[in-house]
């Protein structure tokens, strides 16, 4: 949290938590918010453990662009491409990791209970873990962890 045009850092105990809903989704787009060393203490983790049980938080593991797909000259067209929301996020429940997805786009309810419950949405997930090259070993055995933990 900035104020003041970034010259003085805000405290996440600032934030009024009440205004959230208990079924709130919160996507946090910021670059690597999450690697082995935060997995389990970072700025998302922080946030949903002050959201209702319901509520989910899902953070970026790596640097995101939004800006993917290659310019077509047409603005409208382009920023309508541009999307944070693909590669490799973590999703938080109640101040834990939850799980973790490589679905691009929208994440919906169905979509987030299937991670909780299984730490992983689906086969797709689990084959795009293995083939994730600039994931550091303790997110990869940290994550490995999670879908054993849905019986695969």
């Known amino acids: 949290m900035w104020r003041n045009g970034g010259s ?8 009024n938590f009440r205004k959230f809903a208990k079924s709130a989704r919160v996507e946090i787009h910021g670059c690597a918010e ?9 700025f998302a983790t922080n946030f949903s ?11 970026h593991s790596n640097e995101e662009n939004p800006n993917r797909f290659k310019p077509t000259g047409n603005l409208k067209v382009d920023i309508e491409k541009q999307d944070y929301r693909h590669d490799l996020r973590i999703v938080y429940s109640n101040g834990k990791v939850a799980g973790w997805t490589f679905k691009e786009g929208y994440l919906n309810d169905k979509d987030l209970e299937i991670i909780k419950k299984q730490g992983y949405l689906d086969q797709d997930d689990l084959r795009k873990l293995k083939e994730k090259k600039n994931l550091g070993t303790g997110a990869l055995n940290a994550l490995s962890g999670l879908a054993k933990r849905g019986g695969s």
């Open 8 to 15: 003085d850092s805000g405290l996440i105990t600032e934030i």
């Open 49 to 59: 453990a002050r959201l209702g049980a319901g509520s989910f938080v899902i953070a």
């Open 34 to 42: 999450v690697d082995a060393k935060t997995l389990n203490d970072s």
